[in-house]
Protein backbone atom coordinates (compact mmCIF):
# COMPACT_ATOMS: atom_id res chain seq x y z
CA UNK A 1 0.00 0.00 0.00
CA UNK A 2 0.93 3.77 -0.15
CA UNK A 3 0.34 6.50 1.83
CA UNK A 4 -1.15 8.45 -0.12
CA UNK A 5 -3.74 6.46 -1.87
CA UNK A 6 -4.41 4.80 1.92
CA UNK A 7 -4.24 7.02 5.15
CA UNK A 8 -6.23 10.23 4.16
CA UNK A 9 -6.56 12.58 7.25
CA UNK A 10 -4.16 14.81 4.76
CA UNK A 11 -4.42 17.83 7.43
CA UNK A 12 -4.33 15.79 10.49
CA UNK A 13 -1.28 15.29 13.01
CA UNK A 14 0.15 18.25 11.93
CA UNK A 15 1.05 16.38 8.38
CA UNK A 16 2.37 19.22 5.60
CA UNK A 17 0.04 19.44 2.22
CA UNK A 18 2.10 16.82 -0.50
CA UNK A 19 1.95 16.87 -4.12
CA UNK A 20 -1.00 14.25 -4.06
CA UNK A 21 -3.11 16.61 -2.19
CA UNK A 22 -3.36 19.03 -5.18
CA UNK A 23 -4.30 15.92 -7.83
CA UNK A 24 -8.07 16.18 -8.12
CA UNK A 25 -10.22 12.80 -9.45
CA UNK A 26 -12.00 13.76 -12.91
CA UNK A 27 -11.00 15.69 -15.63
CA UNK A 28 -8.00 17.39 -14.81
CA UNK A 29 -6.46 15.00 -13.07
CA UNK A 30 -4.10 13.65 -16.24
CA UNK A 31 -2.96 17.51 -16.85
CA UNK A 32 -2.04 17.77 -13.46
CA UNK A 33 -0.16 14.69 -12.98
CA UNK A 34 1.77 14.95 -15.87
CA UNK A 35 2.63 18.90 -14.53
CA UNK A 36 1.38 20.19 -17.77
CA UNK A 37 -1.54 22.34 -15.41
CA UNK A 38 -0.79 23.90 -12.38
CA UNK A 39 -2.91 22.86 -9.54
CA UNK A 40 -4.67 25.30 -6.51
CA UNK A 41 -6.70 23.23 -4.03
CA UNK A 42 -10.34 24.29 -4.68
CA UNK A 43 -13.55 23.60 -3.08
CA UNK A 44 -14.78 21.72 -6.40
CA UNK A 45 -12.95 19.46 -6.76
CA UNK A 46 -12.79 16.22 -4.92
CA UNK A 47 -8.88 15.05 -3.95
CA UNK A 48 -9.22 11.23 -3.44
CA UNK A 49 -5.81 11.57 -1.38
CA UNK A 50 -7.60 13.90 1.49
CA UNK A 51 -9.71 10.51 2.60
CA UNK A 52 -7.74 7.49 1.39
CA UNK A 53 -9.55 4.65 3.16
CA UNK A 54 -8.99 6.28 6.43
CA UNK A 55 -6.34 3.79 7.06
CA UNK A 56 -5.00 6.47 9.23
CA UNK A 57 -7.51 5.89 11.67
CA UNK A 58 -8.27 2.43 10.92
CA UNK A 59 -5.04 0.62 10.78
CA UNK A 60 -4.89 -1.32 13.85
CA UNK A 61 -7.93 -3.24 12.47
CA UNK A 62 -7.01 -3.60 9.02
CA UNK A 63 -3.41 -4.99 10.22
CA UNK A 64 -5.22 -7.16 12.48
CA UNK A 65 -7.25 -8.45 9.03
CA UNK A 66 -3.90 -9.04 7.47
CA UNK A 67 -2.40 -10.84 9.90
CA UNK A 68 -5.66 -13.29 10.03
CA UNK A 69 -4.84 -13.66 6.44
CA UNK A 70 -1.16 -15.16 7.38
CA UNK A 71 0.55 -11.71 5.64
CA UNK A 72 3.85 -12.12 6.52
CA UNK A 73 5.38 -8.83 5.01
CA UNK A 74 3.43 -5.31 5.34
CA UNK A 75 4.29 -2.74 2.45
CA UNK A 76 3.73 0.71 2.63
CA UNK A 77 5.50 3.98 2.36
CA UNK A 78 6.08 7.01 4.71
CA UNK A 79 4.03 10.12 3.91
CA UNK A 80 7.12 12.77 3.62
CA UNK A 81 5.09 16.04 4.84
CA UNK A 82 3.28 14.13 7.86
CA UNK A 83 7.57 13.78 8.86
CA UNK A 84 8.73 17.11 7.67
CA UNK A 85 5.79 19.07 6.87
CA UNK A 86 7.07 21.77 4.49
CA UNK A 87 10.20 19.52 4.07
CA UNK A 88 12.52 21.86 5.50
CA UNK A 89 12.21 21.90 9.09
CA UNK A 90 15.11 21.30 11.57
CA UNK A 91 13.20 18.57 13.41
CA UNK A 92 10.41 16.47 12.41
CA UNK A 93 7.13 16.56 13.19
CA UNK A 94 6.47 14.43 16.74
CA UNK A 95 2.91 13.43 15.87
CA UNK A 96 4.03 11.61 12.48
CA UNK A 97 6.89 9.73 14.44
CA UNK A 98 4.45 8.26 16.39
CA UNK A 99 2.10 7.45 13.97
CA UNK A 100 4.62 5.03 12.22
CA UNK A 101 5.95 4.20 15.33
CA UNK A 102 2.41 2.76 16.41
CA UNK A 103 1.66 1.38 12.55
CA UNK A 104 5.39 -0.23 12.82
CA UNK A 105 5.06 -1.55 16.31
CA UNK A 106 1.34 -3.31 15.48
CA UNK A 107 3.15 -5.03 12.34
CA UNK A 108 6.00 -6.39 14.07
CA UNK A 109 3.17 -7.90 17.47
CA UNK A 110 1.28 -9.51 14.47
CA UNK A 111 4.73 -10.59 13.24
CA UNK A 112 4.78 -9.02 9.92
CA UNK A 113 8.21 -7.93 8.42
CA UNK A 114 7.97 -4.25 6.89
CA UNK A 115 8.91 -3.40 3.34
CA UNK A 116 8.64 0.37 3.42
CA UNK A 117 8.92 3.11 0.65
CA UNK A 118 10.30 6.40 1.49
CA UNK A 119 8.75 8.07 -1.00
CA UNK A 120 5.45 6.61 -2.86
CA UNK A 121 4.62 9.76 -5.41
CA UNK A 122 5.16 12.15 -2.70
CA UNK A 123 6.78 14.95 -2.15
CA UNK A 124 5.65 18.06 0.47
CA UNK A 125 4.67 21.22 -1.38
CA UNK A 126 7.05 23.21 0.84
CA UNK A 127 9.63 21.80 -1.33
CA UNK A 128 7.96 22.04 -4.72
CA UNK A 129 7.17 25.58 -4.12
CA UNK A 130 10.23 27.20 -2.24
CA UNK A 131 12.70 24.86 -3.76
CA UNK A 132 11.48 23.86 -7.38
CA UNK A 133 11.36 20.18 -5.98
CA UNK A 134 13.90 17.89 -8.02
CA UNK A 135 14.77 20.76 -10.54
CA UNK A 136 17.45 21.75 -7.54
CA UNK A 137 19.87 19.48 -5.95
CA UNK A 138 19.32 20.83 -2.66
CA UNK A 139 15.79 18.57 -2.73
CA UNK A 140 18.62 15.70 -2.64
CA UNK A 141 19.48 16.95 1.15
CA UNK A 142 15.88 17.74 2.32
CA UNK A 143 14.98 14.22 1.33
CA UNK A 144 18.47 12.77 2.92
CA UNK A 145 17.52 14.25 6.26
CA UNK A 146 13.49 13.23 5.99
CA UNK A 147 15.25 9.18 4.81
CA UNK A 148 17.74 9.22 8.02
CA UNK A 149 14.96 10.56 10.14
CA UNK A 150 13.21 7.12 9.29
CA UNK A 151 16.12 4.79 9.32
CA UNK A 152 16.72 6.60 13.06
CA UNK A 153 12.91 6.66 14.54
CA UNK A 154 12.13 3.37 12.71
CA UNK A 155 15.26 1.13 11.91
CA UNK A 156 14.60 -0.83 15.13
CA UNK A 157 11.23 -2.31 13.13
CA UNK A 158 12.01 -2.01 9.37
CA UNK A 159 14.59 -4.29 7.79
CA UNK A 160 12.89 -3.71 3.88
CA UNK A 161 13.54 -0.24 2.52
CA UNK A 162 12.56 1.56 -1.28
CA UNK A 163 14.32 4.90 -1.41
CA UNK A 164 11.47 5.92 -4.22
CA UNK A 165 8.54 4.14 -5.49
CA UNK A 166 8.77 3.02 -9.56
CA UNK A 167 11.98 5.95 -9.34
CA UNK A 168 11.04 5.81 -13.69
CA UNK A 169 7.80 6.94 -13.20
CA UNK A 170 9.25 10.44 -12.99
CA UNK A 171 9.52 10.49 -16.67
CA UNK A 172 6.19 9.51 -17.67
CA UNK A 173 3.68 11.27 -14.82
CA UNK A 174 6.55 14.13 -13.29
CA UNK A 175 4.18 15.74 -10.80
CA UNK A 176 2.91 12.79 -8.83
CA UNK A 177 6.24 10.90 -9.43
CA UNK A 178 7.96 13.71 -8.62
CA UNK A 179 6.05 17.00 -7.93
CA UNK A 180 7.51 18.63 -11.31
CA UNK A 181 5.91 21.23 -13.77
CA UNK A 182 6.88 22.98 -16.72
CA UNK A 183 6.72 26.03 -17.71
CA UNK A 184 7.16 27.27 -21.42
CA UNK A 185 11.05 28.44 -21.68
CA UNK A 186 12.00 24.93 -20.14
CA UNK A 187 13.25 22.07 -22.15
CA UNK A 188 11.48 19.38 -20.46
CA UNK A 189 13.72 16.42 -21.38
CA UNK A 190 16.75 18.40 -19.84
CA UNK A 191 14.39 19.14 -16.48
CA UNK A 192 13.31 15.61 -16.57
CA UNK A 193 16.58 13.66 -16.61
CA UNK A 194 18.30 16.60 -14.40
CA UNK A 195 15.56 15.45 -11.94
CA UNK A 196 15.77 11.95 -12.65
CA UNK A 197 19.16 12.25 -11.25
CA UNK A 198 19.15 13.95 -8.22
CA UNK A 199 16.59 11.43 -7.24
CA UNK A 200 18.71 8.75 -8.14
CA UNK A 201 21.95 10.24 -6.01
CA UNK A 202 19.36 11.04 -3.24
CA UNK A 203 18.81 7.37 -3.66
CA UNK A 204 22.15 6.41 -3.40
CA UNK A 205 22.89 8.71 -0.29
CA UNK A 206 19.75 6.60 1.53
CA UNK A 207 21.45 3.45 0.68
CA UNK A 208 24.90 5.07 1.98
CA UNK A 209 22.71 6.28 5.22
CA UNK A 210 20.46 2.91 5.40
CA UNK A 211 23.87 0.84 5.69
CA UNK A 212 25.31 3.34 8.43
CA UNK A 213 22.22 3.41 10.54
CA UNK A 214 20.74 0.60 10.26
CA UNK A 215 22.71 -2.25 8.97
CA UNK A 216 20.80 -5.10 9.41
CA UNK A 217 18.37 -4.08 6.81
CA UNK A 218 18.32 -4.00 3.18
CA UNK A 219 17.88 -1.24 0.77
CA UNK A 220 16.45 -1.73 -2.69
CA UNK A 221 15.81 0.18 -5.65
CA UNK A 222 11.92 -0.38 -7.49
CA UNK A 223 10.98 0.27 -11.15
CA UNK A 224 7.47 -0.07 -12.66
CA UNK A 225 8.56 -3.26 -14.41
CA UNK A 226 7.52 -5.49 -17.88
CA UNK A 227 9.83 -6.30 -20.46
CA UNK A 228 9.21 -4.54 -24.08
CA UNK A 229 8.34 -6.87 -26.39
CA UNK A 230 9.39 -6.24 -30.08
CA UNK A 231 5.95 -5.75 -31.73
CA UNK A 232 6.97 -8.01 -35.41
CA UNK A 233 10.08 -9.45 -36.12
CA UNK A 234 11.14 -5.91 -38.23
CA UNK A 235 14.57 -5.05 -36.93
CA UNK A 236 13.21 -1.40 -36.15
CA UNK A 237 10.48 -2.71 -33.84
CA UNK A 238 13.62 -4.73 -32.24
CA UNK A 239 15.80 -1.92 -32.09
CA UNK A 240 13.00 0.32 -30.68
CA UNK A 241 12.04 -2.71 -28.01
CA UNK A 242 15.39 -1.97 -26.93
CA UNK A 243 15.71 1.18 -26.24
CA UNK A 244 12.03 1.48 -24.76
CA UNK A 245 13.45 -1.41 -21.75
CA UNK A 246 16.79 0.69 -21.77
CA UNK A 247 15.09 4.13 -20.80
CA UNK A 248 12.99 2.28 -18.60
CA UNK A 249 15.81 0.58 -16.43
CA UNK A 250 19.17 2.41 -16.97
CA UNK A 251 17.33 3.67 -13.28
CA UNK A 252 18.67 0.09 -12.34
CA UNK A 253 21.78 0.23 -13.88
CA UNK A 254 22.90 3.33 -11.93
CA UNK A 255 21.46 2.02 -8.09
CA UNK A 256 22.75 -1.71 -8.12
CA UNK A 257 25.61 -1.05 -10.57
CA UNK A 258 26.67 1.94 -9.71
CA UNK A 259 26.94 3.67 -12.84
CA UNK A 260 25.01 5.16 -15.59
CA UNK A 261 25.28 2.41 -18.77
CA UNK A 262 27.49 3.45 -21.80
CA UNK A 263 24.44 4.31 -23.95
CA UNK A 264 23.36 6.84 -21.63
CA UNK A 265 26.03 9.02 -22.76
CA UNK A 266 24.99 8.63 -26.34
CA UNK A 267 21.71 9.31 -25.77
CA UNK A 268 21.86 12.39 -23.55
CA UNK A 269 24.53 13.30 -26.50
CA UNK A 270 21.92 12.81 -29.30
CA UNK A 271 19.22 14.62 -27.25
CA UNK A 272 21.53 17.73 -26.32
CA UNK A 273 21.10 17.37 -23.00
CA UNK A 274 23.85 18.81 -20.97
CA UNK A 275 23.31 16.77 -17.55
CA UNK A 276 24.64 18.05 -14.41
CA UNK A 277 25.99 14.15 -13.40
CA UNK A 278 29.92 14.38 -12.98
CA UNK A 279 30.60 15.28 -9.88
CA UNK A 280 28.20 12.48 -8.22
CA UNK A 281 30.38 9.37 -9.84
CA UNK A 282 31.58 8.86 -6.49
CA UNK A 283 28.20 8.84 -4.54
CA UNK A 284 26.65 6.56 -7.26
CA UNK A 285 28.89 3.77 -6.54
CA UNK A 286 26.49 3.01 -3.25
CA UNK A 287 24.17 0.05 -4.52
CA UNK A 288 21.54 -0.93 -3.62
CA UNK A 289 21.08 -4.93 -2.23
CA UNK A 290 18.36 -5.88 -4.22
CA UNK A 291 16.22 -5.40 -7.00
CA UNK A 292 12.34 -4.54 -6.81
CA UNK A 293 9.67 -3.71 -9.40
CA UNK A 294 6.04 -3.67 -9.88
CA UNK A 295 4.51 -6.22 -12.41
CA UNK A 296 1.31 -5.45 -14.06
CA UNK A 297 2.28 -6.27 -17.78
CA UNK A 298 4.66 -6.73 -20.19
CA UNK A 299 4.96 -3.36 -22.73
CA UNK A 300 4.59 -4.00 -27.07
CA UNK A 301 7.70 -1.89 -28.59
CA UNK A 302 7.09 -0.81 -32.06
CA UNK A 303 9.01 1.64 -34.28
CA UNK A 304 5.70 3.80 -35.76
CA UNK A 305 3.03 3.18 -33.30
CA UNK A 306 0.51 5.60 -35.22
CA UNK A 307 0.24 1.89 -37.55
CA UNK A 308 -1.07 0.35 -34.33
CA UNK A 309 -3.94 0.55 -31.75
CA UNK A 310 -2.36 2.15 -28.35
CA UNK A 311 -2.50 0.50 -25.33
CA UNK A 312 -1.95 1.75 -21.85
CA UNK A 313 -0.86 -0.10 -19.17
CA UNK A 314 0.89 1.12 -16.08
CA UNK A 315 1.54 4.96 -17.16
CA UNK A 316 3.67 3.43 -20.54
CA UNK A 317 1.68 3.74 -24.11
CA UNK A 318 2.79 0.92 -26.22
CA UNK A 319 1.02 -1.05 -29.12
CA UNK A 320 -1.39 -3.37 -28.28
CA UNK A 321 -0.28 -6.94 -27.96
CA UNK A 322 -2.92 -8.98 -30.23
CA UNK A 323 -1.58 -12.19 -28.55
CA UNK A 324 -2.94 -11.04 -25.05
CA UNK A 325 -6.44 -10.00 -22.79
CA UNK A 326 -7.06 -6.80 -20.84
CA UNK A 327 -8.47 -6.33 -17.91
CA UNK A 328 -11.28 -3.81 -17.55
CA UNK A 329 -8.94 -0.94 -17.44
CA UNK A 330 -7.36 -2.29 -20.28
CA UNK A 331 -4.10 -3.37 -19.31
CA UNK A 332 -2.70 -6.46 -20.44
CA UNK A 333 -2.46 -9.53 -18.39
CA UNK A 334 0.82 -11.79 -19.74
CA UNK A 335 1.29 -13.73 -16.59
CA UNK A 336 4.78 -15.28 -18.63
CA UNK A 337 5.82 -12.14 -19.07
CA UNK A 338 6.64 -12.19 -15.54
CA UNK A 339 8.95 -14.67 -15.54
CA UNK A 340 10.52 -13.28 -18.74
CA UNK A 341 11.03 -9.79 -16.71
CA UNK A 342 12.32 -11.69 -13.24
CA UNK A 343 14.57 -13.38 -15.56
CA UNK A 344 15.75 -10.27 -17.87
CA UNK A 345 16.29 -8.10 -14.67
CA UNK A 346 18.15 -10.75 -12.80
CA UNK A 347 20.40 -11.68 -15.70
CA UNK A 348 21.10 -8.02 -16.38
CA UNK A 349 21.87 -7.23 -12.24
CA UNK A 350 22.62 -10.67 -10.41
CA UNK A 351 20.90 -8.53 -7.33
CA UNK A 352 17.90 -10.56 -5.54
CA UNK A 353 14.79 -9.44 -6.71
CA UNK A 354 11.22 -8.78 -4.78
CA UNK A 355 7.99 -7.95 -6.49
CA UNK A 356 6.44 -5.61 -4.74
CA UNK A 357 3.82 -4.57 -6.55
CA UNK A 358 1.43 -7.34 -8.67
CA UNK A 359 -2.49 -7.14 -8.83
CA UNK A 360 -5.88 -7.31 -10.98
CA UNK A 361 -7.68 -4.02 -11.27
CA UNK A 362 -11.25 -4.83 -11.56
CA UNK A 363 -14.92 -4.15 -11.02
CA UNK A 364 -16.30 -5.70 -8.13
CA UNK A 365 -19.58 -6.43 -7.38
CA UNK A 366 -21.12 -7.17 -4.20
CA UNK A 367 -24.00 -10.09 -4.42
CA UNK A 368 -27.07 -9.78 -2.51
CA UNK A 369 -25.65 -11.87 0.46
CA UNK A 370 -22.82 -9.40 0.72
CA UNK A 371 -20.32 -11.59 -1.03
CA UNK A 372 -18.00 -10.53 -3.26
CA UNK A 373 -17.18 -13.36 -5.37
CA UNK A 374 -13.75 -12.52 -7.58
CA UNK A 375 -12.71 -15.55 -9.04
CA UNK A 376 -10.97 -13.46 -11.94
CA UNK A 377 -8.76 -12.55 -9.09
CA UNK A 378 -7.78 -15.61 -8.20
CA UNK A 379 -7.43 -16.83 -11.70
CA UNK A 380 -5.03 -13.66 -12.16
CA UNK A 381 -3.34 -14.60 -9.15
CA UNK A 382 -2.76 -18.20 -9.74
CA UNK A 383 -1.49 -17.75 -13.33
CA UNK A 384 1.15 -14.93 -11.73
CA UNK A 385 2.40 -17.17 -9.02
CA UNK A 386 2.91 -19.95 -11.49
CA UNK A 387 4.67 -17.94 -13.81
CA UNK A 388 6.72 -16.72 -10.31
CA UNK A 389 7.32 -20.59 -9.32
CA UNK A 390 8.52 -21.30 -12.73
CA UNK A 391 10.71 -17.87 -12.96
CA UNK A 392 12.43 -19.33 -9.41
CA UNK A 393 12.94 -22.72 -10.97
CA UNK A 394 14.76 -20.80 -13.48
CA UNK A 395 17.21 -20.07 -10.68
CA UNK A 396 16.07 -16.70 -10.30
CA UNK A 397 16.47 -15.54 -6.44
CA UNK A 398 13.23 -13.87 -5.48
CA UNK A 399 13.56 -12.60 -1.65
CA UNK A 400 9.44 -12.15 -1.83
CA UNK A 401 5.90 -10.84 -3.32
CA UNK A 402 3.79 -7.98 -2.11
CA UNK A 403 0.18 -8.06 -3.90
CA UNK A 404 -1.38 -4.85 -4.40
CA UNK A 405 -2.89 -3.29 -2.97
CA UNK A 406 -4.51 -6.41 -0.68
CA UNK A 407 -7.18 -3.58 1.15
CA UNK A 408 -8.98 -1.48 -1.78
CA UNK A 409 -7.12 2.01 -2.39
CA UNK A 410 -7.58 4.71 -4.59
CA UNK A 411 -6.24 4.08 -7.61
CA UNK A 412 -3.08 5.84 -8.59
CA UNK A 413 -3.76 6.59 -12.37
CA UNK A 414 -7.00 7.23 -12.08
CA UNK A 415 -8.34 8.14 -8.62
CA UNK A 416 -11.57 5.68 -8.40
CA UNK A 417 -12.21 3.76 -5.89
CA UNK A 418 -13.88 1.47 -8.55
CA UNK A 419 -10.87 -0.45 -9.91
CA UNK A 420 -10.09 -2.15 -7.24
CA UNK A 421 -7.29 -4.35 -6.42
CA UNK A 422 -8.02 -5.40 -3.19
CA UNK A 423 -9.12 -9.34 -1.35
CA UNK A 424 -10.89 -6.77 1.18
CA UNK A 425 -13.14 -4.57 -0.21
CA UNK A 426 -13.84 -0.97 1.07
CA UNK A 427 -17.36 0.57 1.17
CA UNK A 428 -16.40 3.36 -0.72
CA UNK A 429 -17.07 5.03 -4.26
CA UNK A 430 -15.18 7.47 -6.67
CA UNK A 431 -16.96 10.77 -5.31
CA UNK A 432 -16.04 9.59 -1.48
CA UNK A 433 -19.19 8.35 -0.59
CA UNK A 434 -19.64 5.09 1.49
CA UNK A 435 -19.31 3.73 5.35
CA UNK A 436 -15.68 2.62 4.79
CA UNK A 437 -16.85 -0.57 5.70
CA UNK A 438 -13.93 -3.75 5.22
CA UNK A 439 -15.42 -6.98 3.45
CA UNK A 440 -13.66 -10.29 3.03
CA UNK A 441 -13.73 -11.15 -0.75
CA UNK A 442 -13.92 -14.73 -1.76
CA UNK A 443 -9.63 -14.35 -2.75
CA UNK A 444 -8.72 -13.75 1.06
CA UNK A 445 -9.21 -17.49 1.81
CA UNK A 446 -7.22 -18.81 -1.04
CA UNK A 447 -4.56 -16.83 -0.14
CA UNK A 448 -4.51 -17.44 3.23
CA UNK A 449 -4.28 -20.97 1.93
CA UNK A 450 -1.42 -20.00 -0.47
CA UNK A 451 0.05 -18.02 2.24
CA UNK A 452 0.07 -21.59 4.54
CA UNK A 453 1.60 -23.43 2.22
CA UNK A 454 4.01 -20.63 1.06
CA UNK A 455 2.81 -20.77 -2.49
CA UNK A 456 4.95 -23.62 -3.49
CA UNK A 457 2.17 -26.19 -4.09
CA UNK A 458 0.04 -23.29 -5.64
CA UNK A 459 0.02 -25.19 -8.74
CA UNK A 460 -1.55 -28.68 -7.20
CA UNK A 461 -4.56 -26.12 -5.95
C1 LIG B 1 1.90 1.39 -9.50
C2 LIG B 1 1.94 2.30 -8.31
O1 LIG B 1 2.27 2.15 -10.59
O2 LIG B 1 0.69 0.84 -9.89
C3 LIG B 1 0.75 2.22 -7.40
O3 LIG B 1 3.13 2.12 -7.56
C4 LIG B 1 -0.51 2.04 -8.22
O4 LIG B 1 0.74 3.36 -6.61
C5 LIG B 1 -0.40 0.74 -8.99
O5 LIG B 1 -1.68 2.07 -7.46
C6 LIG B 1 -1.62 0.39 -9.80
O6 LIG B 1 -1.95 1.45 -10.63
P1 LIG B 1 -3.38 2.13 -10.62
O7 LIG B 1 -3.22 3.31 -11.47
O8 LIG B 1 -4.30 1.13 -11.19
O9 LIG B 1 -3.67 2.45 -9.21
Known amino acids: MAANQTEGAWDLGGRGLSNIDLIPHGPNRQEIKL ?40 RTSISWSRIYPNGD ?59 ETCFEYFGAYVNYWIPFNEINVVLHSPFSGGGLTFDETENKEAVLYQAAHYML ?87 VDFVAFSYYASRTSIADISRVEKNEGNIIV ?26 QIYERFEKPLFVVENGLGAKDVVEVDGTIQDDYRIDYMQQH ?14 LGYISWGIIDLVSASTGEM ?44
Open 35 to 74: GNKQSKLSDTEYYPSHTGIDFYHRYKEDIALLAEMGLKVF
Open 89 to 147: EETPNQAGIDYYTDLFKTCRAHNMELLVTLAHFDIPMGIVEQYNGWKNRETINLYVKFA
Open 201 to 287: VASARAVESCHRITPQAKIGCMIAGGSFYPYSCNPEDVWQSMNDERTNTFFVDVQAKGKYPYYMDAFFKAKGLNIDIESDKEILKET
Open 318 to 343: SAKNPYLKMSDWGWVIDPLGLRITMN
Open 385 to 398: FQAMYDGIKDGVPL
Open 418 to 461: SKRYGMIYVDKDNAGNGTLERKKKKSVDWYKQVIQRNGIEIQLI
